[in-house]
């Protein structure tokens, strides 16, 4: 089986083609070939200044000299990646030309964008992740055009996490995108925003039973236990590869823990239970403590090391060893058994230092409502379980 960035090679001979119907849809011409690559094209559009425009996908070739982590934690496509181009017709149709190279990251591998007019000339995309389909923690990329797609401005983070999203203008003037998540909590979402506003990052969460996520007496709560559906987690943005640097300071007190019920994962795996505090993956590496109290953790990986700071004095440092992931995610660690737990948050600080790929310093607590607070303002979920990829099969299967 080919590597999906293989689909869209020239010597696979695929492109688009355009249809016409000059009766309302009754018959249709024949079919019009207007590119050479064919690569997960976005709708026709029509800009203010007449021109037809869309967006499609080309892969290409890697150049950088990323460091992969192996067993499944680097990259789908590890000598490939997705690169978005702007398509125009300035004939009505009849030819179209490439008009501008709209994202070209070889580490974050903008596919399937979608784009809207918002005011004339001045356009918006919304980009899905294509490393390894987002999974680990990439939000759309929104990057903006205000000469009719000629040139488009840096990519900036989103709040929503969208796999084929597709955005529209309303008669409001705001922004409509319905789109898929990935990854958290796998359903076929609605956001709506001004095109002019500031929108700022957030996390993704994967909470299926919001009951299971709540705020009482100044701190958030999780409960979590067995399966997908009584998880909760928070995903954020991932490390490049081991050698970026990630920080996660939380104040947090643990009332009850299995093994996989309370977990920081920064760059490395660290297990929270109410007597003791561990790397994950490497148990006997560990420090007694009384986490059933509110401490305020430091966890940092840097320069092949995992340090663990418990108000304010290191108790853990070690060489990671191969213990390294791109996972930057607090909560129960999914996918895994044994995960029932009670814990309490109330303040939270993650940043990822990324030598090529985007970088975070955000911060949370408790008196500023949740994490995912903008997914609560302002996305609606439409259908749980909309994604194509992560359906009642996959969701299932844990690590025990």
Same mark, same amino acid.
């Given at each position: 089986?080919?590597?999906?960035?293989?689909?869209?090679?020239?010597?696979?001979?695929?492109?688009?083609?355009?249809?016409?119907?000059?009766?309302?849809?009754?018959?249709?011409?024949?079919?019009?070939?207007?590119?050479?690559?064919?690569?997960?094209?976005?709708?026709?559009?029509?800009?203010?200044?007449?021109?037809?425009? #869309? !967006?499609?996908?080309?892969?290409?070739?890697? !150049?950088?000299?990323?460091?992969?982590?192996?067993?499944?934690?680097?990259? *789908?496509?590890?000598?490939?990646? #997705?690169?978005?181009?702007?398509?125009?017709? !300035?004939?009505?149709?009849?030819?179209?030309?490439?008009?501008?190279?709209? @994202?070209?990251?070889?580490?974050? $591998? &903008?596919?399937? /964008?979608?784009? /809207?007019? +918002?005011?004339?000339?001045?356009?918006?995309?919304?980009?899905?992740?294509? &490393?390894?389909?987002?999974?680990?923690?990439?939000?759309?990329?929104?990057?903006?055009?205000?000469?009719?797609?000629?040139?488009?401005?840096?990519?900036? =983070?989103?709040? #929503?996490?969208?796999?084929?999203?597709?955005?529209?203008?309303?008669?409001?003037?705001?922004? *409509?995108?319905?789109?898929?998540?990935?990854?958290?909590?796998?359903?076929? +979402?609605?956001?709506?925003?001004?095109?002019?506003?500031?929108?700022?990052?957030?996390?993704?969460?994967?909470?299926?039973?919001?009951?299971?996520?709540?705020?009482? &007496?100044?701190?958030?709560?999780?409960?979590?236990?067995?399966?997908?559906?009584?998880? /909760?987690?928070?995903?954020?943005?991932? @490390?490049?590869?081991?050698?970026?640097?990630?920080?996660?300071? @939380?104040? =947090?007190?643990?009332?009850?823990?299995?093994?996989?019920?309370?977990?920081?994962? $920064?760059?490395?795996?660290?297990?929270?239970?109410?007597?003791?505090?561990?790397?994950?993956?490497?148990?006997?590496?560990?420090?007694?403590?009384?986490? !059933?109290?509110?401490?305020?953790?430091?966890? *940092?990986?840097?320069?092949?090391?995992?340090?663990?700071?418990?108000?304010?004095? *290191?108790?853990?440092?070690?060489?990671?060893?191969?213990?390294?992931?791109?996972?930057?995610?607090?909560?129960?660690?999914?996918?895994?058994?044994?995960?029932?737990?009670?814990?309490?948050?109330?303040?939270?600080?993650?940043?990822?230092?990324?030598?090529?790929?985007?970088?975070?310093?955000?911060?949370?607590?408790?008196?500023?409502? #949740?994490?995912?607070?903008?997914?609560?303002?302002?996305?609606?979920?439409?259908?749980?379980?909309?994604? =194509?990829?992560?359906?009642?099969?996959?969701?299932?299967?844990?690590?025990?």
């Amino acid at each position: 089986m080919c590597p999906l960035y293989m689909w869209q090679k020239p010597n696979r001979e695929m492109a688009n083609y355009v249809l016409w119907s000059e009766d309302d849809g009754l018959t249709w011409s024949d079919p019009r070939k207007i590119d050479d690559i064919g690569g997960e094209p976005e709708r026709i559009h029509q800009l203010a200044n007449g021109d037809l425009v #869309y !967006t499609l996908v080309q892969s290409a070739d890697r !150049t950088d000299n990323r460091a992969h982590i192996g067993n499944m934690l680097g990259t *789908l496509e590890p000598v490939g990646y #997705y690169m978005c181009y702007l398509m125009a017709s !300035t004939d009505g149709g009849k030819s179209f030309h490439l008009r501008s190279v709209l @994202a070209n990251n070889q580490l974050y $591998a &903008d596919g399937e /964008v979608g784009i /809207v007019e +918002y005011a004339p000339g001045q356009l918006l995309s919304v980009s899905r992740c294509g &490393d390894m389909g987002g999974m680990y923690g990439q939000p759309s990329m929104i990057r903006r055009s205000l000469d009719f797609g000629f040139t488009w401005s840096e990519p900036v =983070l989103s709040p #929503y996490y969208g796999q084929r999203a597709i955005p529209g203008k309303l008669q409001s003037g705001n922004i *409509l995108i319905t789109y898929r998540s990935a990854p958290g909590t796998y359903a076929s +979402y609605a956001a709506v925003f001004n095109p002019y506003e500031d929108i700022r990052y957030e996390p993704n969460s994967n909470i299926w039973d919001e009951s299971r996520c709540w705020i009482e &007496d100044g701190t958030m709560v999780l409960r979590t236990d067995e399966h997908y559906e009584n998880g /909760v987690n928070f995903i954020f943005y991932p @490390a490049e590869d081991l050698h970026a640097r990630v920080e996660i300071e @939380a104040e =947090l007190a643990v009332q009850e823990a299995d093994i996989n019920g309370c977990n920081i994962s $920064a760059g490395c795996w660290i297990r929270f239970e109410p007597n003791r505090i561990s790397l994950a993956d490497r148990p006997e590496d560990s420090f007694e403590l009384d986490a !059933t109290q509110f401490h305020r953790y430091r966890i *940092l990986r840097e320069d092949g090391t995992i340090s663990i700071f418990v108000d304010g004095e *290191l108790r853990l440092s070690r060489m990671v060893n191969g213990l390294d992931v791109r996972f930057v995610r607090i909560g129960n660690r999914e996918g895994f058994k044994r995960n029932r737990s009670v814990s309490r948050w109330k303040s939270v600080r993650v940043k990822v230092e990324n030598q090529d790929d985007a970088c975070i310093d955000w911060a949370w607590s408790v008196e500023q409502g #949740y994490p995912d607070q903008f997914r609560r303002d302002r996305i609606l979920c439409l259908d749980k379980d909309g994604s =194509l990829m992560h359906g009642n099969l996959l969701k299932h299967i844990e690590i025990s």
